[in-house]
């Protein structure tokens, strides 16, 4: 049974930006292939604009829609600003998404939608055993995936930068900090921290969280720990697709109780898309339901979808691991 609920007919039309990228032109059929019109702006398209020298231009161009959805990368909470439908972001850049959630546009904004955040936080609050709980959270991306340039952008900002995080003592310098973890279908892996959003929105993962990165090759998982300290040198050589497969998987291990639940699949982009057309149907028909506009409001993707939802999309697996001590 699809987890997608039916919309009435009388949808307003949906904004979505971007959607031409990896992510965003998967999102536009879904979001079409379930009754919704979509309007695409990008800087090549018709009309041609250009947010980052224009963010106003957002202000009358979404006059009148349900839903601005965000699939570009462009990080600008000004873009947001002006917005006079409700803001979904796929970013997952932490300082970027705690600007917007603490000063959300006036029609209100969605946040940690897709794998990480997204995923990661359905299944960390799955397995906390409470708000004091720490949890550790392993992603592992398909080194075989061709990813857009916002993604690899992302990925190549975290060179060499560090983080705070409660908890730790000091800083945390990406891709440092080796811990082994279960991974569906790979065994026990060893994964690198990584500032994920995660960590700075405990109240909604309802724990302390750990995010942890690693790549389905061991030795592109490495190669991240060696450029985190010569980010120049093979920063570029990280960027370029590497053989191997497009699979990805999630890990989130209560160091509590010892329990871990997991979810895999194939297609960061798709699983991103296929979570964000969720979250955005689930947005437009909490709002229709409740026949109002949204007013300033932050809303998570965890508290739209539930990790029952979420399994129920084509290419995502729930798998239980096997907790400290089972065989």
Excluded: C
Aim: hydrophobic content about 40%.
């Amino acid at each position: 049974m699809t987890p997608f609920p039916r919309l009435p007919t009388s949808t307003k039309p949906v904004i979505l930006l971007g959607g031409t990228g990896a992510v965003g032109g998967l999102l536009f059929r879904l979001l079409t292939e379930h009754g919704l019109e979509v309007m695409t702006l990008s800087r090549r398209g018709t009309p041609a604009v250009d947010l980052t020298r224009d963010p106003q231009s957002l202000s009358h161009l979404s006059d009148g829609a349900a839903l601005v959805i965000n699939a570009t990368g462009i990080e600008l909470p000004e873009v947001a600003a002006h917005s006079r439908a409700p803001f979904l972001d796929i970013s997952a850049t932490p300082r970027y998404l705690l600007d917007l959630a603490q000063a959300p546009p006036p029609a209100g904004v969605i946040l940690g939608v897709g794998l990480a955040p997204g995923l990661t936080t359905l299944l960390a609050r799955e397995v906390s055993t409470g708000p004091d709980d720490e949890v550790d959270v392993a992603l592992i991306l398909g080194v075989g995936e061709h990813h857009g340039p916002a993604a690899r952008e992302w990925t190549g900002r975290l060179l060499g930068a560090s983080f705070a995080s409660p908890g730790d003592a000091g800083p945390v310098r990406n891709f440092t900090r080796a811990r082994t973890l279960p991974i569906p279908g790979r065994g026990r892996r060893r994964v690198l921290r990584a500032d994920f959003p995660d960590g700075a929105f405990a109240q909604i993962a309802r724990a302390q969280v750990r995010s942890y990165l690693g790549l389905t090759s061991r030795a592109a998982t490495l190669a991240l720990n060696v450029a985190t300290y010569a980010p120049r040198l093979l920063g570029p050589m990280l960027a370029a697709p590497l053989p191997g497969s497009a699979d990805w998987s999630i890990t989130a291990t209560s160091r509590t109780s010892g329990r871990s639940l997991g979810a895999r699949g194939t297609g960061q982009s798709m699983a991103t898309a296929q979570l964000t057309a969720l979250t955005a149907v689930k947005a437009i028909g909490v709002a229709k339901t409740l026949d109002r506009e949204s007013t300033g409001e932050t809303q998570f993707m965890a508290n739209l979808v539930n990790l029952q939802e979420a399994a129920g999309l084509t290419g995502i697996t729930l798998v239980r691991l096997p907790e400290a001590g089972e065989p």
